[in-house]
């Protein structure tokens, strides 16, 4: 490729003729060069019939630096892409020593079907070997590498790229004129380690900004197998593994944190995968599914996530203090089935979160008025979906066929409260008032007083709340105070320090002013 400049050659060399044509031989050869230095000893034969000469050589390298190797690729045989591939990918690193044996005819060089023996040696240490463009480099690998005619077997035991550490690793390309490189890696890390590597790799390179949101603590293993063709032309193929044990999960934007992560992990190069990890939420034992990229099984889908478990209301919302009102909706403990999605409807589009929560309530009893009081063993299906981040997203409720609702959440930022319109039955409001709470529909049955101190007190126990906007809905069998009054049309809004009310019913008619101090108790 470019003159050999050597700053040192000694030894002795001699030629001599025989039948079979003329001999060189050389021995105690010493050879210095920029970046190299070892010793020679073997002999040539030039064929009396002529043609390229059969060789006879050992060599051995005392000590080089991996980029010089790059000086004795045999460009000539060799096809540009392996060339390219080895040019890029022995980026540093020391031979501590080598050994080179080669015997055959030149005429059959590199010995493709063994009609001659090259073997090369070397122990290296300190490589740094960028082993695929898009792939990190690995970093102080410890390897022995084997070449013997056309291939290539590299044995690492120590190295590592980005934290990640390789406890094991084989490399073998097979021929380098089909130029297929064969990876096996085997090793552990950091959390953190693993999931930057999955960040900066063909793993979720696209995903990286939603990635860049998760904090992984603790430690796990892995193992993948990657197929590279050096050359381009096919695509390459990646299958690994990946476990985690006592890990903790967290999205501090999400204000999410998951503790004691385990479980296997799958990865190719479509995404990454996790079927059934174990974790604790609040100490609640869940199970975990994530699913990055190509594993959604959706293109518009980032990243997808489920956890399933076991929780009280007040466990769900522990971390949202604005909603703290919630947990005080009931008392018990339901199965919850909580998904979240990252999605992008086209490649420039904003990616868009949902949190998705999924319920029979059963185990959880409501303390609400009726329609909504709930004994813990009865059934009514919640349906939860609300935008991400939190701050004035909307939310769209459903509880069985009972009740429907649209929220905005509350913004700490801007200091927007919390606006809610809800709507028994099955039709979902379409739309919101500018703040509290705003009930419309047909119910079958109502408590009045209940849903009244409840909404001007705020709908949950301690009072944090939407207070109510206003209420104009029917009812086919009414609760005052405890009476029931039959079918009515209810209307309310709050004025000042009194709530309004019209009813009209063939029980009770007619305009009411209530004094709201005290009406919640």
Do not use: C
Not at 384 to 405: E, F, H, K, S, V
């Amino acid at each position: 490729r470019e003159p050999f400049v050597l700053t040192r050659l000694a030894g002795n060399l001699a030629a001599w003729p025989s039948p079979e044509g003329w001999h060189l031989g050389v021995a105690g050869l010493d050879f210095i060069g920029a970046g190299y230095a070892g010793s020679a000893r073997g002999e040539l034969t030039f064929p009396a019939a002529g043609g390229l000469p059969f060789l006879e050589l050992y060599a051995r390298v005392d000590q080089a630096e991996v980029p010089a190797a790059k000086l004795f690729w045999p460009v000539n045989v060799m096809p540009a892409g392996t060339v390219a591939w080895l040019d890029h990918a022995l980026v540093a690193g020391r031979v501590e020593h080598g050994d080179v044996l080669v015997r055959g005819s030149l005429a059959d060089w590199p010995f493709h079907h063994n009609e001659g023996r090259f073997e090369a040696r070397a122990e290296i240490d300190g490589l740094t070997l960028a082993y695929g463009a898009d792939w990190p480099a690995a970093e102080n690998v410890h390897a022995v590498a084997n070449f013997i005619n056309g291939g290539m077997l590299v044995e690492a035991d120590a190295g590592g790229s980005l934290g990640v550490v390789a406890r094991r690793a084989v490399a073998l390309i097979p021929d380098f004129h089909t130029a297929l490189l064969d990876l096996n890696v085997d090793g552990s890390g950091p959390g953190a380690a693993l999931l930057a590597f999955a960040r900066r790799s063909p793993i979720a390179r696209a995903q990286a900004a939603e990635l860049g949101q998760l904090r992984l603590a603790g430690r796990g293993d892995f193992s993948f197998h990657l197929v590279l063709p050096l050359a381009g032309g096919d695509e390459p193929v990646l299958a690994g593994s990946a476990r985690l044990a006592g890990a903790t999960l967290s999205a501090p934007a999400w204000k999410l944190k998951l503790e004691q992560l385990e479980g296997p992990l799958a990865f190719d190069l479509e995404g990454l995968r996790a079927d059934a990890l174990k974790a604790r939420l609040h100490g609640v034992p869940a199970t975990l599914t994530l699913a990055v990229a190509g594993a959604t099984g959706r293109p518009d889908t980032l990243l997808a996530a489920g956890l399933s478990g076991d929780w009280q209301l007040s466990e769900l919302v522990a971390d949202y203090p604005d909603l703290a009102w919630i947990g005080a909706l009931g008392s018990g403990r339901a199965a919850f089935d909580i998904s979240y999605r990252i999605t992008r409807e086209a490649p420039t589009a904003a990616a868009a979160q949902t949190l998705g929560v999924r319920s029979t309530l059963a185990g959880i009893a409501l303390d609400l008025p009726a329609p909504l009081a709930k004994p813990a063993a009865a059934n009514l299906p919640l349906t939860l979906d609300i935008g991400l981040p939190l701050d004035a997203a909307p939310i769209r409720l459903a509880l069985g066929d009972t009740l429907r609702g649209l929220l905005r959440a509350p913004d700490a930022e801007t200091h927007q409260p919390l606006a809610a319109a809800l709507a028994w039955g099955q039709t979902m409001p379409t739309a919101l008032p500018p703040a509290g709470l705003r009930i419309r529909g047909h119910a079958t049955t109502f408590d009045v007083t209940g849903w009244v101190a409840r909404a001007v007190a705020g709908t949950g126990a301690d009072g944090s709340g939407p207070a109510l906007e206003s209420l104009d809905m029917h009812s086919d069998q009414t609760e005052w105070f405890g009476r029931q009054l039959g079918a009515m049309q209810l209307r309310a809004a709050p004025e000042s320090d009194t709530l309004r009310i019209e009813v009209d019913g063939e029980a009770l008619a007619g305009h009411f002013s209530v004094p709201t101090a005290g009406l919640d108790k």
